[in-house]
């Protein structure tokens, strides 16, 4: 789960860390308030939403000379010209992909000078099993083009969760950021606080772009984004709390209500499947025969019918799927339970595009009793190449 950078910069600030002082906008009208309870002179106008790249972003509806989800003011009245701009506008940036994503909320910030702007993120690194810094004194907007054209400027080590984080990682990431002086002291500090941050938390990325060095010689985390482990927000609930479902693909947002594992893809096939490793084996083997997936659903292995129903209305509601695929081994999960669901889900729903059914395992000639009783329009399939080769053709003719 991702949350908004407001949000991030407040879970840092009560962690210790440093960052600009700011407010939330949701409404237009609340602006000129916001903006007068910041200092200034300077303020920052930044479009919320879970994506990168939104200074370098463009809104659709742009006109002329308008550019970018970060914006400088100079007066209270700009802050709030700028506010009545974004609101409701849809920033596309190279993270959102190009239907963008539509901006709800602003944060009005302080503006800060800066000598020097950074990178810092921590992250669970899969190759070592830890918790990786990765640092570059290449900072900014560009990081991107860093890692593309120059990944020597990028450095990263990881800490051995055994000994855990001491002074020493803390150094090491200042020298590698060429702080000097009382920066050093500075960034040992905020190294601490943003461990413990991401432990506490449970968190999967935590990512300061840029962390700045101002002209004084202070640092700040001038941005602030941070992805949580899904599978620890039981354990989080003031994070769980932080959750903007707008953010979210909406049969994405249903699944997870229903305890499905859902991700949206790009091709026509839906898939539905049991077992995470059924489903890999399904989109290759699509794949394989020409055709690309539209999904991946897992519905689990104790699946109700209920469960089985809002799964396969999922699949039906996306209009890029152009044929259907059940492929169900029923271990745990029983073949008739399948059927019913997709029977009821069918008469709930209707069904526009062509079927195909492949069921193994536990009662699976019941599931195919049932199946072929229901006087539904369903293409039964044999084994997994069978399957995948009918759906295939049926869509692609
Ligand atoms: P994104 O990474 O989505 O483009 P950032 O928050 O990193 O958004 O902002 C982009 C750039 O805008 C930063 O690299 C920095 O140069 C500038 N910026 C952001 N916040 C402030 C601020 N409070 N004061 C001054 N400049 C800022
Ligand atoms: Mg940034």
Redesign the pocket.
């Known amino acids: 789960m991702n949350i908004h950078e407001y949000q991030a910069k407040a879970l840092l600030r009560s962690y210790g860390c440093p960052v600009s002082d700011g407010r939330i906008v949701l409404r237009a009208e609340e602006a000129k308030t916001c903006a007068s309870e910041l200092d200034g002179p300077l303020w920052v106008i930044k479009a919320q939403i879970h994506a990168?790249g939104?200074?370098k972003g463009s809104f659709k509806e742009a006109e002329a000379g308008e550019k970018g989800g970060v914006r400088l003011a100079k007066s209270v009245e700009e802050a709030e010209m700028l506010t009545k701009q974004m609101l409701g506008r849809t920033l596309v940036t190279h993270q959102t992909g190009p239907a963008g994503k539509q901006v709800n909320r602003i944060y009005i910030e302080d503006g800060s000078d800066i000598a020097r702007e950074l990178y810092l993120a921590l992250l669970v690194d899969r190759a070592s099993s830890r918790v990786s810094f990765v640092v570059s004194t290449e900072g900014g907007?560009d990081i991107e083009e860093v890692a593309a054209h120059t990944p020597e400027k990028i450095l990263s080590f990881s800490v051995d969760p055994a000994s855990g984080l001491s002074d020493f990682h803390g150094r090491r990431v200042a020298f590698a950021l060429g702080l000097e002086g009382g920066q050093v002291k500075q960034c040992v500090q905020l190294v601490k606080n943003l461990y413990r941050a991401f432990i506490e938390k449970d968190m999967e990325m935590l990512e300061i772009?840029?962390l700045i060095v101002t002209p004084d010689g202070n640092i700040k985390c001038l941005?602030a984004?941070i992805g949580f482990d899904n599978n620890a927000l039981y354990r989080q609930p003031d994070i769980m709390a932080l959750r903007d479902e707008t953010e979210e693909d909406s049969k994405e947002l249903a699944a997870s209500k229903f305890d499905l594992n859902y991700i949206a893809l790009d091709g026509e096939i839906g898939c539905m499947v049991n077992g995470a490793g059924l489903a890999m084996a399904t989109m290759d083997i699509i794949k394989l025969y020409g055709a690309e997936p539209a999904n991946f659903l897992d519905v689990g292995g104790g699946a109700t019918k209920e469960k089985v129903t809002e799964a396969f209305k999922i699949i039906t509601s996306d209009p890029n799927v152009k044929g259907i695929l059940v492929n169900i081994f029923g271990g745990i999960m029983r073949c008739d339970i399948i059927a019913e669901g997709v029977i009821a889900a069918v008469k709930e729903v209707g069904l526009q595009v062509p079927l195909v059914v492949r069921l193994e395992g536990t009662n699976v000639a019941l599931g195919k009793e049932i199946i072929q009783n229901s006087g539904l329009n369903v293409i039964a399939a044999d084994d997994l190449s069978d399957a995948a080769k009918k759906i295939v053709k049926a869509v692609k003719g």
């Open positions: 990168g939104r200074g907007m772009n840029p941005d984004k």
